[in-house]
C-alpha cells in the first residue's frame, strides 16, 4: 500500500510538472506574439480603401482586435459555468443537503463598464506609443505598471508599502529613464523615419497607458472582487463590453474626426479592413495577434491559479527577453523591413535599464530583498509568495496583453 501511494504521488507530480511547463511555454509563446504580431501590422505597408500603398497605421482598430480576442475567453467561462450548472443539478436530484457546487454567476453584469473603458483607454494609448518605438522598448515600458500600481494601491487600497517596495519601485524608474533615454538617443534602422521627437511622444503615451492600466487593476478589486467573480469572466465581459463600445461608438467618431488618415479622418476602419484585405500578411498578423490574446489570457490566468508570483515575475522578464531577441532575429536572419537593429551605440544602454527593470520588479515584489531593512513578509520563500498572492488584485498587470 505504501509503495502505491508513493508511486500515486509521483505521477501526479510529474503530472503536474508536465502540466506546468505546458501553461509556462504557452504563455511565453503568445506573450511575445501579442507583441511582435501587432508590431508587424504597424511595419506592414498594402493599398488602401482608395487604392493609396502606406503603412498599417489603425492603433484603434488593432484595440477592437485585441477586445475580440478577450471575447473569446467568455466561451471558455461558458462552458466552465455549464459544467457547474450540472454538477449542482446532479447534486440536488441526489437530494444533497449541502452541495459543494453553488449557484454560478450569470455572465452579463454591468459591474464591467468602468474596468472596460479603462482597457480601451489604456491599450489604444500604447498601441499609439508602439508606432513610435520598437517592439523591445515597448515591451521595458510596460513595467511602470509597478510604480503606478503601487503608488495607487496605497492612496485608494490603504495597502501598506515597506521599504523594500519603495526601493525596487526607485530602481524601476531608474530602469525605465535609462531604457527611455536609450530610446530617444537611438538612431537604428529599425526607427528609420521616426523622429526624437515622435520618439519621446511614443514613451509618454506607453507610459500614460501604464497608469490608466493600473487605475483598471484599481478599479477590478475595489468593484469586481467584491462579487467572487471568475478571472476569466472579467477578461471574457471586458472584451464584449469593449467590442459594443468601440464597434457602436468608438471607431464611428475617430472616423468624423478630422485627421491625417484616408478620406480626412483620424482613423478609417474601412482603411484598416481594406489593408487586410489586400495584404494576406497584414491579416495574418491580425488573426495571429487576436488568437494569442484569448491564448495569453488562459495561459496566463492558469499560472497564476498554479504557480507563485515568483514564477509570474520572472516568466514576463522572460518574454521581455524573448520579444527582443526574436525581434533582431527577424531583422537579421529574415526580413530587414521587419524586427528591429542593435544599436552598438546605445544597445547596451538599453540592455542596463533592462537590468535595472529587473532588479527593481524582484525588490518589488519581495523575490530579493535587502536583510537590513527586509519587511515583516520576508521572513521566508513560502511565506512570501503566499502573501504576495493574497495582496494582489483580480488581475496581475503582467497578465494585461495588450
Known amino acids: 500500500q505504501h509503495y502505491y501511494i508513493t508511486n500515486?504521488?509521483?505521477?501526479?507530480?510529474t503530472n503536474f510538472r508536465m502540466y506546468t511547463t505546458i501553461l509556462v511555454a504557452g504563455m511565453l509563446i503568445t506573450g511575445s506574439?501579442?507583441?511582435?504580431?501587432?508590431?508587424?501590422?504597424?511595419?506592414?505597408?498594402?493599398?488602401g480603401i482608395f487604392g493609396e500603398n502606406h503603412k498599417f497605421n489603425h492603433p484603434w482598430f488593432q484595440t477592437l482586435l485585441m477586445f475580440y480576442g478577450e471575447a473569446i475567453c467568455l466561451i471558455v467561462y461558458?462552458?466552465?459555468?455549464?459544467?457547474?450548472?450540472?454538477?449542482?443539478?446532479?447534486?440536488?436530484?441526489?437530494?444533497?443537503?449541502?452541495?459543494?457546487?453553488?449557484?454560478?454567476?450569470?455572465?452579463?453584469?454591468?459591474i464591467f463598464v468602468v474596468p472596460t473603458i479603462c482597457d480601451l483607454i489604456g491599450t489604444t494609448l500604447s498601441g499609439i506609443g508602439l508606432l513610435y518605438v520598437p517592439a523591445s522598448v515597448w515591451q521595458m515600458l510596460r513595467g511602470a505598471i509597478i510604480i503606478f500600481a503601487g503608488i495607487l494601491s496605497v492612496i485608494f487600497l490603504?495597502?501598506?508599502?515597506?521599504?523594500?517596495?519603495?526601493?525596487?519601485?526607485?530602481?524601476?524608474?531608474?530602469?525605465l529613464a535609462t531604457v527611455g533615454l536609450s530610446s530617444v538617443l537611438s538612431q537604428g534602422s529599425s526607427t528609420d523615419g521616426v523622429s526624437h521627437g515622435e520618439m519621446l511622444l511614443g514613451i509618454v503615451l506607453i507610459l500614460s497607458a501604464q497608469l490608466v492600466s493600473a487605475s483598471q487593476m484599481i478599479v477590478e478589486e475595489i468593484f469586481i472582487k467584491k462579487h467572487n467573480v471568475q478571472p476569466i469572466q472579467v477578461v471574457g465581459m471586458e472584451g464584449c463590453f469593449g467590442v459594443l463600445f468601440m464597434t457602436l461608438l468608438v471607431l464611428p467618431v475617430c472616423y468624423f474626426i478630422p485627421g491625417n488618415g484616408p478620406h480626412g479622418s483620424y482613423e478609417n476602419s474601412l482603411d484598416a479592413i481594406s489593408q487586410m484585405w489586400?495584404?494576406?500578411a497584414i491579416l495574418g498578423f491580425g488573426l495571429a495577434y487576436l488568437f494569442s490574446i484569448a491564448f495569453y489570457?488562459?495561459?496566463?490566468?492558469?499560472?497564476?491559479?498554479?504557480?507563485?508570483?515568483?514564477h509570474r515575475t520572472l516568466i514576463d522578464a522572460c518574454r521581455t527577453m524573448l520579444v527582443w531577441v526574436i525581434d533582431l532575429i527577424i531583422h537579421y536572419c529574415i526580413l530587414s523591413s521587419y524586427g528591429e537593429a542593435f544599436d552598438m551605440t546605445y544597445g547596451f544602454v538599453q540592455i542596463g535599464g533592462f537590468a535595472l527593470l529587473m532588479l527593481g520588479t524582484l525588490l518589488y515584489n519581495e523575490i530579493i530583498y535587502i536583510k537590513c531593512i527586509a519587511s515583516p513578509r520576508t521572513t521566508g520563500f513560502a511565506e512570501i509568495s503566499a502573501d504576495f498572492e493574497g495582496s494582489q488584485p483580480l488581475l496581475d498587470g503582467s497578465l494585461r496583453a495588450n
Open 8 to 13: 500515486n504521488l509521483s505521477t501526479r507530480m
Open 33 to 47: 506574439l501579442n507583441t511582435l504580431t501587432k508590431k508587424a501590422q504597424n511595419q506592414s505597408s498594402a493599398r
Open 78 to 110: 461558458e462552458w466552465q459555468r455549464r459544467r457547474a450548472r450540472k454538477e449542482l443539478d446532479n447534486q440536488i436530484q441526489d437530494n444533497e443537503d449541502n452541495p459543494t457546487q453553488s449557484e454560478p454567476e450569470r455572465v452579463l453584469t454591468g
Open 158 to 175: 490603504k495597502r501598506k508599502m515597506y521599504a523594500t517596495n519603495w526601493i525596487g519601485m526607485g530602481v524601476v524608474m531608474a530602469g
Open 278 to 280: 489586400n495584404n494576406p
Open 297 to 310: 489570457n488562459y495561459f496566463g490566468l492558469s499560472v497564476t491559479k498554479s504557480l507563485t508570483a515568483v
